[in-house]
């Protein structure tokens, strides 16, 4: 018999007995309402990340919930994002992840959708920034995986700062020495800095 004495078992624990009830639920008719109760209700999160590639009703539930908000995956900055994501609609010049977000704006509740498109895809930020330019992106993966903060805010900062960027790796992994806290606060401190200055020319 294996005894799990770890302070973090109650916290996987509770993990892994989410990603159970998320399998179990997979195959209802409404897999996605006791989902939404839960994180959106219950857990009183402000917003969730979820794929389109179920559909409307897979993501609708999310979108029903007030003052909530939903990350929709759009386009991901991994190599594997051309497998799909990127891929041309069959004669046209539309490719899904474009069909995607096109679609999603008809949905119930739209107006409280955003999205989620990767730093290196500064050229389609700008290309998503015209289908919804009413709506927040969220952008992971600034420094560490290449994004760079100019181009992201050339091709995707507005008048109303619809846009939110991610910067993890770069900050927590500044350095692996005792130097860590001090090496994450300057990395912080000059993405902060540097993003000030496009406020300023914006304004």
Do not use: H
Not at 7 to 29: Q, R
Not at 67 to 82: E, H, R
């Amino acid at each position: 018999m294996i005894i799990f004495k770890s302070k973090y078992f109650n916290i996987l624990l509770t993990f892994f007995l989410i990603l159970l009830f998320i399998i179990n639920t997979s195959s209802t008719p409404q897999p996605s309402d006791p989902i939404a109760e839960a994180f959106l209700k219950n857990l009183d999160f402000d917003s969730i990340t979820v794929s389109p590639y179920m559909g409307s009703d897979s993501v609708e539930p999310f979108l029903e919930v007030k003052n909530k908000y939903v990350f929709l995956l759009a386009l991901t900055s991994n190599i594997g994002s051309i497998d799909f994501q990127e891929s041309l609609i069959d004669g046209t010049n539309e490719k899904l992840y474009e069909k995607v977000i096109n679609i999603s704006r008809s949905w119930k509740n739209s107006e409280r959708l955003m999205y989620v498109v990767g730093a290196k895809n500064t050229d389609e930020i700008k290309k998503i920034r015209q289908l919804v330019p009413n709506s927040y992106l969220l952008i992971p993966g600034l420094g560490a995986q290449g994004g760079s903060l100019s181009k992201i805010c050339e091709a995707g900062l507005d008048k109303d700062l619809k846009i939110i960027i991610n910067s993890s790796r770069s900050i927590i992994y500044s350095s692996i020495n005792d130097d860590f806290a001090d090496s994450a606060r300057i990395e912080a401190k000059k993405i902060k800095e540097e993003m000030e200055k496009f406020l300023l020319d914006l304004a």
